[in-house]
């Protein structure tokens, strides 16, 4: 049965285990959480568990170890209405045996995005991934990360640590990578990720977050008319099976420029290749960095409807933008409401797709001795 917490009610001390933190509210409106038992099961000797983070200043999240995945992410609306604003499902079953979307809310690796043919080289050495879209490697593979059952290396008020250790040959990449991943609310309402990982021989490594965002509320009705900012004046185009070209081409005068906000849905059915190549918005953005390493803006997201703001920062080059286009509402997801088509849009930080055969590309080449780190920010806020 399902957790109800009204708004008002005193934060209780947070303990580890099952025990949840109970979200500090304001009169008025209330949060719905997802049942522990409901994400309590062990899988193949580990344990699977929900906990649940507050920022202390208005945002709620409920987290899953099995991939790290964001199970529910609750934020008030411009009058203090507070909705979920990520799609996923009421219990852990259905997200170990997805129907439909399988990425809904976690961390995806060992290599974000495609793989052209699943192949890449390395110091003379070719590996074979195997493929799971259309022939090429996409997220890591049928088994990535966000498949694997996680260990909790440290629980707070607001803050989780997460650790995987992939072996060398798990998916066929080279290489022991041992990750870590810390979901942090801070005060000022962002969702901040950083990550590092290392590994004992050299491989690729590029990881990214994947919640489905509706701010508006999960299900409850289009993404296209929510106004999105990208600050980038390029894209990499793709070609049928979405791998990348290997040219960097402007957005000037096409329907990928978002450098000042506009609707998803303004352009969405032009008449464009890459349009039709993705069925809409797939592809990745170049970011204009000032810096090459610092956290910086990379886009925005705003549902005039609810007043919602979502910000996005990061230390990456690239931001990949998918509209929705491959929902179709045939998968009910949580409180009964369908995943439909163009209902909910995914920004993932990250290097670009196909780096590895693209030499041209920022690399995601890493080697011993050599640390991968990278810091992803979801900031939420409300207007008028």
């Known amino acids: 049965m399902k957790k109800i917490f009204y708004l008002g009610i005193a934060l209780c001390l947070f303990s580890c285990g099952n025990k949840q933190a109970k979200p500090e509210q304001t009169a008025g409106s209330q949060i719905t959480l997802m049942a522990d038992s409901a994400f309590t099961k062990i899988v193949d000797g580990k344990d699977i568990k929900l906990y649940t983070l507050d920022s202390g200043n208005g945002i709620t999240m409920q987290v899953s ?15 203090g209405k507070y909705e979920d604003i990520v799609f996923g499902h009421d219990n852990i079953d259905k997200y170990l045996n997805y129907e439909g979307e399988r990425c809904l809310g976690p961390v995806v690796g060992r290599y974000a995005n495609r793989i052209a043919k699943g192949q890449f080289t390395i110091d003379g050495v070719k590996y074979q991934l195997p493929v799971n879209n259309n022939g090429q490697t996409l997220h890591g593979g049928p088994d990535g990360f966000d498949m694997k059952i996680w260990n909790v290396d440290s629980i707070s008020k607001n803050r989780i640590q997460l650790s995987y250790t992939s072996p060398d040959g798990e998916e066929g990449f080279p290489g022991t990578v041992n990750v870590k991943m810390i979901y942090t609310l801070t005060p000022e309402n962002e969702f901040k990720i950083t990550y590092s990982a290392t590994t004992d021989k050299p491989t690729h490594v590029n990881l990214s977050h994947h919640s489905f965002f509706n701010l508006k509320g999960a299900g409850n009705g289009t993404i296209t008319d929510h106004l999105l900012t990208i600050n980038a004046s390029g894209i990499t185009p793709v070609d049928s099976v979405l791998i990348p070209t290997g040219k960097i081409t402007s957005v000037e005068g096409t329907p990928f ?21 993705g069925l809409g918005y797939d592809h990745n953005w170049v970011v204009d960095r000032k810096t090459e390493k610092d956290v910086e803006f990379i886009a925005s997201l705003y549902d005039p409807t609810s007043g919602r703001v979502m910000e996005v920062w990061s230390d990456q080059p690239g931001i990949q933008f998918y509209s929705g286009n491959f929902l179709d509402g045939k998968v009910i997801g949580k409180y009964g409401k369908a995943h439909n088509y163009r209902e909910a849009v995914a920004l993932e930080t990250q290097k670009y797709p196909d780096t590895p055969n693209q030499p041209q590309f920022p690399s995601t080449r890493l080697n011993p001795g050599e640390e991968y780190v990278q810091t992803c920010i979801y900031k939420f806020s409300t207007k008028k």
């Open 65 to 79: 170890n099995f991939g790290g995945r964001v199970i529910s992410l609750w934020t008030p609306d411009k009058d």
């Open 257 to 277: 420029d978002f450098r000042t906000p506009t609707t998803i849905g303004a352009r969405i059915d032009a008449d464009d290749q890459q349009l039709k190549n």
